[in-house]
């Protein structure tokens, strides 16, 4: 007599042989299927303080105003390419707070405190994914420790900036993130801009991969609309969520097969939001191919920068850069330690040079303010 309830196959007890065996057509390739914390527990466990909450708050209405001419600070996105050390990274932010007091009057940073990391191919893919860097892949851990980073950096009075990868990664830690990015290579994904357009926060959209600025901008004017999509809840459940659309978004120029920082870039950049119907502004990537991947030649590019910053060049608003503790990046070994304050994916500036780049900046919003307090007013008709 033939068993119902055959250890062999994952059939119901009770159901009858004939029954389709569902597990020989569905998960073919799936290795393992581990518990995934709910954003409700982790939340729970590590809330958000009233003085966080001000940080966050305080910074993201600052962005806005900035992107609605309405604060001629410069956005500043610096830090490291991507996070793998908890400790180090806010020895980091440690010093960009002092930076932040002595430099706030004309610019507004922010640090870059990215937890996923886009692969070419295959790669260690960032903090949460693999938080412990040998391939163990503790999720739950990598959320976890990323939500203890962020309202540290917070509890120092520091807004932080994230790239959103994943979707459903946000409901974990986007209560803290003051500024985000969508990225070059999710740019033109349609769940992406759906997700910006749902997000509390301002977001950038970078051009596309290939230079393009259409992509970027045809992003923030699919954000800015409102959306309904299929997502989980901080409680962990399916539901559909109906957006009312993100007006704070804006495009971010990072270069593609050649640089599109200078000021041909930007006036053509313009004039596709122009078309777009869009505010003229952009944020300029001084890494990635604006850089050719050489970290000092982000030296070169905020410097062209501040030159057309200083001489009254209103439409940029805000500058990326990729800086760490100190200068380069270094490959991850199984077995071989990790030289401190070096990034473990893209090569970053060292501490030591960002400094003045960061004063430099901070003297061209003056040079402009200036400048513009000395031309006449117009008279009223």
Not at 71 to 98: E, F, K, M, N, T
Not at 359 to 364: H, R, T
């Amino acid at each position: 007599m033939a068993r119902i309830d055959d250890p062999r196959h994952d059939s119901e007890a009770g159901c009858a042989e004939a029954t389709l065996d569902t597990t020989r057509i569905d998960d073919t390739r799936i290795a393992a299927v581990r518990a995934l914390v709910s954003p409700a527990v982790l939340l729970e466990e590590l809330p958000v303080t009233t003085a966080v909450e001000q940080v966050v708050q305080h910074a993201r209405a600052d962005v806005a105003r900035v992107l609605r001419g309405e604060d001629d600070r410069l956005i500043v996105v610096i830090g490291p390419c991507s996070i793998h050390d908890a400790p180090q990274a806010l020895q980091y932010a440690r010093r960009l707070l002092q930076v932040r007091e002595q430099l706030g009057d004309a610019l507004l940073p922010v640090m870059r405190v990215y937890f996923e990391k886009p692969r070419t191919t295959v790669g260690w893919k960032g903090f949460i994914n693999d938080p412990r860097l040998d391939g163990s892949f503790r999720i739950n851990e990598g959320l976890r420790r990323a939500r203890e980073l962020l309202l540290d950096i917070g509890a120092l009075g520091l807004p932080a900036g994230t790239e959103f990868l994943d979707l459903l990664s946000p409901q974990y830690f986007s209560d803290l993130i003051a500024w985000g990015a969508i990225g070059a290579r999710t740019t033109e994904s349609q769940s992406h801009r759906q997700l910006a357009s749902g997000l509390s926060c301002p977001v950038g959209f970078k051009n596309g991969t290939d230079g393009g600025v259409q992509v970027a901008a045809d992003a923030v004017v699919a954000a800015g609309a409102p959306h309904a999509f299929m997502g989980m809840t901080k409680m962990g459940v399916a539901a559909i969520f109906e957006t009312r659309g993100n007006a704070d978004c804006h495009v971010i120029l990072r270069g593609g097969r050649q640089p599109n920082y200078d000021a041909a870039a930007v006036d053509a950049a313009c004039d596709v939001l122009r078309r777009a119907g869009l505010r003229e502004q952009v944020m300029i990537d001084c890494s990635h191919a604006n850089s050719a991947k050489q970290p000092r030649r982000q030296l070169d590019v905020a410097a062209d920068i501040a030159a057309r910053i200083a001489a009254g060049e209103q439409r940029i608003v805000g500058v990326m850069v990729e800086s760490h503790l100190h200068e380069g990046r270094q490959d991850l070994q199984p077995g071989q330690a990790l030289r401190e304050g070096v990034s473990i994916t893209d090569a970053c500036l060292a501490w030591e040079d960002s400094l003045p780049l960061l004063q430099s900046l901070a003297e061209s919003v003056r040079a402009r303010r200036g400048l513009a307090a000395r031309q006449p007013r117009r008279s009223a008709p």
